[in-house]
């Protein structure tokens, strides 16, 4: 019943900004927190921002703070993830999650997923 559908990946220079959207579709949209994970070849899946359900309280990953924002508009029911001063180790593909109300780190805990878009930074 819900999708998440991910845009706004490609290639970027060092230094350089993205911005990143999902767009949600299903029910209740607007009551469930949110999420962005990234992969890069041959390594885990990690934690890169999330959002609580009503958007009053973000978190972020040590690797990202300071350098990307995460955010969402309930009317448009799309979640973003501002992303300024790439580097060349942010290069993943970027997964949009939505769980509960909570926001998490634990991907586990989500229980949609995108199928992803890569973001390719080089240097």
């Known amino acids: 019943q819900v999708q998440l559908v991910e845009s706004g990946g490609g290639l970027v220079q060092a230094g350089g900004s993205l911005r990143l959207s999902c767009a949600a579709s299903?029910?209740?949209?607007?009551?469930?927190?949110m999420g962005w994970f990234r992969q890069a070849p041959g390594k885990e899946r990690e934690f890169v921002a999330a959002?609580?359900?009503?958007?009053?309280?973000?978190y972020y990953a040590d690797s990202v703070k300071g350098r990307f924002t995460i955010s969402r508009e309930h009317a448009k029911n799309t979640v973003y993830l501002q992303m300024n001063s790439l580097k060349p180790e942010d290069t993943a593909v970027y997964s949009c999650?939505?769980?509960?109300?909570?926001?998490?780190?634990?991907?586990?805990?989500?229980?949609?997923w995108g199928q992803g878009t890569q973001v390719t930074v080089s240097s």
């Open positions: 999650a939505l769980g509960g109300r909570r926001a998490t780190t634990i991907s586990d805990e989500y229980d949609y």
């Open positions: 299903g029910r209740t949209f607007s009551s469930y927190a």
């Open positions: 959002i609580s359900w009503n958007g009053g309280s973000t």
